[in-house]
């Protein structure tokens, strides 16, 4: 991490409110470089002022979070992506995370959580939510190879989890933190973000349909 | 029947025990090897709740041993004059029967106290040896003596169809006097064994539904006193607390709903039963409950019973714990069924809960024990609790 130096962060909510509020609760690490409230100004003003963590909402007009997240991305793929929603709807997670988002958290979460999510986020780490974990395991737990109609298209690097990630992912759905997981499963908490971090990359790159059409599915619930 | 050995085995194997007796019953009948094979199956399966079978037991009883020879020898001697004198269709039963006898003996003479008393209560039903529950003593010397009678006249005739050229008629007419002879005597004993199996059982029911109304009561009433007890600073809490409370009893004692009991036309599936539980704890605790399920499966009693549990675990994890946020986790495997409730508060000492504090041992362990199946609680104390919950699905649709 850049040691010494705060790190910057735009915030994208069309909730004034929330945004004060978010800006009041982050810690000393972080500062914030600047605000939008809707999808054009927000893509705008992060290509002006390229922060480290873009604190970007689901739920916004005109594509949300995942409309900032894809036309960012494309031009400036070294700006790091957090989303925050007060909905836990599986489409919406899963899309924000698909479009680029390194991590998802609740808008619940605490002050101090969340400035150390944005520092994770921007170490390059990924930042699973216990609901988030819990949606994964969801959606990678049918056996995807015994689909006929996946099996063509079936990568094994990308369309299913390795042991090691479902126990991580396990964890962090009970809602142990990433220190807790580490000590649970005696590995290093760098070995724990490193397997999130893999899950995370499957989660993005994995062509397995059966994803959206989980997630799709768990809507109509 | 009479050890228990067909509901043993049916335990065991998933077998209906009723086939099992009849299969027993048949070979009894065929040849008398069922006999002997239900006496030997007697000896080797350990009663439920005991460790060791009555056969190990045994073996370190020479006494009974020896016993169980002799009588063996002289039984099957026995048998062999009869053969001798003619009775060729005895000669078929000398094994079954002397095995069949010398195990008998054997179990006498090694069972436990706890099958020795239920020994003692059926034999002593008996009418040849005790005295039938509601018939006089005469009444049973004149039942057993006619039926002696009628038996020895039946197996007359079956001696004298053997020995003319009589027809296959008179034979089975003969073979069914003596049934009639043995239904004479034995039918009241038969009939107070199964009027004795079917009190049993129901006694087992309702001790088990009184364990199911205890947990329910503890869950419902006896958490909200201890709520009560905690904000007895606020009168306008208190009055809240009491009447939800009294809305509950009411609708429990009335109208057939118990507290929490995830009335079935509404939960069908275990996720909205989670939900249930969510919403419930959070609005009576003012916690807030993160839940997250991985799969889903329609609702069964076992997993109700898994659900209560679980709620138990995170209202007391909302009341005593401290942590304004409680973990839910449940995850659907083809096999089981885990939930995790987890807090980061105080933690406590789960050797140092007094004995009087039933949530832990009713309405959790003893409750998921019920249904067949865990419950583990970790907890170290300024770092919080977890509890753990499995519940195998053993007709799970794979």
């Known amino acids: ?221 | 029947m009479a050890g228990g050995v067909a509901g043993g085995l049916s335990a065991r194997f998933g077998i209906d025990a009723n086939i099992i007796r009849l299969v027993f019953a048949v070979l009894a009948i065929g040849d008398g090897s069922g006999f002997a094979l239900y006496v030997l199956a007697w000896l080797v399966v350990p009663r439920q709740g005991e460790t060791t079978s009555i056969g190990r037991r045994a073996l370190a009883d020479r006494r009974a041993l020896a016993l169980a020879l002799a009588f063996a020898t002289v039984l099957g001697a026995a048998l062999l004059a009869l053969d001798a004198l003619g009775l060729g269709f005895v000669a078929g039963l000398i094994w079954p029967a002397s095995l069949g006898a010398a195990g008998l003996v054997v179990v006498w003479q090694a069972a436990s106290e706890d099958e020795l008393a239920y020994l003692r209560q059926v034999v002593g039903q008996a009418p040849v040896i005790g005295q039938t529950e509601g018939f006089s003593k005469r009444a049973t010397v004149g039942r057993v003596f006619v039926g002696v009678v009628v038996a020895a006249a039946g197996l007359v005739g079956l001696v004298a169809t053997r020995h003319t050229t009589g027809s296959t008629l008179e034979a089975l007419g003969s073979a069914g006097v003596v049934v009639v002879g043995l239904l004479v005597m034995f039918g009241p004993w038969w009939l107070g064994l199964a009027r004795d199996l079917a009190v049993e059982r129901r006694q087992r029911v309702r001790t088990e539904e009184r364990a199911d109304m205890a947990a329910t009561i503890h869950d419902s009433v006896l958490q909200t006193l201890a709520l009560i007890q905690r904000s007895s600073d606020d009168p306008r809490e208190v009055t809240r607390l009491a009447r939800a409370q009294e809305r509950e009893l009411r609708a429990w004692l009335f109208e057939g709903r118990p507290p929490g009991s995830f009335d079935a036309a509404l939960v069908t599936t275990l996720a909205q039963g989670v939900a249930v539980v969510e919403s419930e704890v959070e609005e009576s605790h003012g916690v807030a409950l993160e839940s997250v399920v991985v799969g889903d499966c329609p609702m069964t009693d076992e997993l109700r019973a898994l659900l209560a549990a679980g709620r138990e675990a995170a209202v007391n994890a909302a009341a005593w714990s401290g942590a304004a946020t409680v973990s839910v986790y449940l995850e659907v495997e083809p096999a089981r069924v885990s939930m995790f409730v987890r807090d980061r508060g105080q933690g406590f000492d789960p050797g140092a809960v007094s004995a009087d504090r039933r949530g832990i041992s009713d309405s959790i362990r003893a409750r998921m024990a019920r249904h067949g199946g865990t419950a583990d609680i970790r907890s170290v104390p300024g770092q919080g609790t977890e509890v753990e919950l499995v519940m195998p699905r053993p007709d799970a649709d794979r």
Do not use: C, N
């Open chain 1, 1 to 221: 991490m850049s040691a010494g130096r705060r790190l910057r962060v735009f915030l994208v909510d069309d909730h004034r409110l929330f945004r004060s509020g978010v800006r009041a609760e982050l810690g000393p690490e972080v500062e914030v470089v600047g605000e939008a409230d809707e999808v054009a100004a927000a893509i705008e003003l992060i290509g002006e002022r390229l922060p480290d963590v873009v604190l970007v909402d689901v739920h916004m007009p005109d594509g949300g979070g995942q409309a900032v997240i894809e036309a960012v991305g494309r031009l400036h793929p070294e700006v790091r992506f957090l989303a925050l929603s007060v909905s836990d709807a599986a489409e919406d997670v899963i899309g924000v995370i698909r479009a680029g988002a390194r991590g998802y958290v609740t808008k619940t979460i605490s002050g101090p959580e969340l400035t150390g999510a944005i520092v994770r986020v921007a170490d390059g780490d990924a930042v699973f939510s216990p609901r988030l974990a819990g949606f994964v395991l969801d959606a990678f737990a049918a056996d995807p190879a015994s689909a006929p109609e996946a099996a063509v298209t079936f990568d094994p690097e990308l369309d299913q989890l390795t042991g090691r990630e479902r126990e991580v992912l396990r964890l962090i759905a009970r809602g142990y933190a990433y220190k807790e997981v580490a000590t649970e499963l005696s590995i290093s908490v760098k070995t724990v973000e490193s397997h999130v971090s893999a899950v995370l990359r499957k989660l993005q790159l994995s062509s397995r349909h059966q994803l959206t059409r989980w997630a799709t599915e768990r809507r109509l619930l």
